[in-house]
């Protein structure tokens, strides 16, 4: 049984498109972006042709024509070629030049990458929430975030610099997406770990952005460490009182850019001593994120090119041998991917 004979269904035409099924069947009803044949008359099932029309109407709505005229458009397509006329030289809606097929400057970049913006784009939420959950359950925590949810992230983050305003909503709404996927991956804190001091993790004062420390946050979690996230713009003394009142054996600090990296506070919370008379203790500092670069702070104070780097230094500090595996060792030679 041939799918260009007998169709394929719409679940497997959402995944190939980046799509909920939901949607495809809301365009049904709406627009008449459907099969041309159903099976027993009620259940969709989509031809080569169908395919196409819904890949025409995905790349039309992604590049912000309305999805009324998008239809129309979409459907034309698959019926044929019209009469040309004068009046009606080019009825197709002017629209960007496939590329990544979604508008967003993605570049080279996995096919989940381009399934993931098509449906931030589109503010397809059941979409997001799926490609998500596939993802991480595929590649793992580690690749899904590197390779899909960051390089998306950043490519929403460009079109948003670039083009106004228009953008944003997109931003919001896969930034809430990618933070709950986070959450739903870290694992409880489990076995004897969870008495250890804790790894915390905060943005310097005036620092907003947390998805990579959520992201941190859920890869100890699934390798069951225990972790404190203080957040976005912890103030200075607040990280303070929280150091000295946890002891916990690393503090992990974000600065997105040079503007908030916070040096002075580096080096007093790395040298913030508590514990104990006579076996006082510092914590380790390890500074993430691009602010920190291009400037040495202090000694002893590691600076991780990305997640997998992090999750090494940071489980070498416990004793459980299933938290200290060196994740560097899963990047290719001479390869360190940025947050």
């Known amino acids: 049984m041939s799918d260009s004979t007998h169709g394929v269904t719409t679940g497997?035409?959402?995944?190939r498109l980046g799509?909920?099924?939901?949607?495809?069947r809301s365009w049904d009803r709406r627009y008449g972006i459907g099969?041309?044949?159903?099976?027993?008359?009620?259940?969709?099932?989509?031809?080569?042709?169908?395919?196409?029309?819904?890949?025409?109407?995905?790349?039309?709505?992604?590049?912000?024509?309305p999805p009324a005229e998008a239809a129309r458009a979409a459907r034309r397509d698959r019926e044929g070629p019209q009469q040309w006329t004068p009046a009606a030289a080019d009825p197709r809606p002017t629209a960007r030049q496939p590329g990544s097929g979604n508008g967003l400057p993605l570049g080279d970049v996995r096919r989940e990458c381009r399934g993931l913006a098509?449906?931030?784009?589109?503010?397809?939420?059941?979409?997001?929430?799926?490609?998500?959950?596939?993802?991480?359950?595929e590649h793992g925590l580690v690749t899904a975030w590197e390779e899909v949810m960051a390089p998306t992230l950043h490519a929403v983050g460009r079109k948003w610099e670039s083009s106004g305003d228009r953008y944003v909503e997109v931003e919001h709404l896969l930034s809430w997406h990618v933070s709950t996927a986070l959450r739903q991956t870290a694992s409880p804190e489990r076995g004897p770990l969870v008495s250890a001091p804790p790894v915390l993790l905060a943005c310097v004062p005036g620092e907003q952005h947390t998805l990579p420390l959520e992201a941190l946050a859920a890869g100890l979690g699934e390798l069951g460490l225990?972790?404190?996230?203080?957040g976005a713009a912890v103030p200075a003394e607040a990280l303070d009182a929280a150091v000295r009142r946890m002891g916990p054996a690393a503090v992990v600090l974000w600065s997105q850019s040079r503007s908030t990296a916070h040096h002075a506070l580096a080096r007093h919370v790395a040298g913030s001593a508590f514990g104990v008379k006579g076996a006082r203790t510092c914590p380790l500092v390890v500074l993430a994120g691009p602010g920190w670069a291009g400037r040495t702070t202090a000694a002893g104070m590691p600076r991780p090119a990305g997640l997998r780097e992090a999750l090494t230094v940071l489980s070498r500090l416990y004793p459980d041998?299933?938290?200290?595996?060196?994740?560097?060792?899963?990047?290719?030679?001479?390869?360190?991917?940025?947050w």
């Open 12 to 15: 497997a035409v959402a995944r």
């Open 19 to 24: 799509v909920s099924p939901t949607t495809l």
């Open 35 to 65: 099969p041309a044949m159903r099976e027993g008359g009620r259940h969709r099932r989509w031809s080569p042709a169908d395919v196409a029309m819904l890949e025409e109407m995905c790349r039309l709505t992604a590049s912000g024509v």
């Open 118 to 137: 098509r449906a931030a784009v589109r503010l397809d939420s059941p979409a997001l929430d799926a490609q998500l959950r596939d993802v991480v359950a």
């Open 226 to 230: 225990p972790t404190r996230m203080f």
């Open 321 to 338: 041998p299933a938290s200290t595996r060196d994740h560097s060792r899963d990047l290719p030679p001479g390869e360190a991917p940025d």
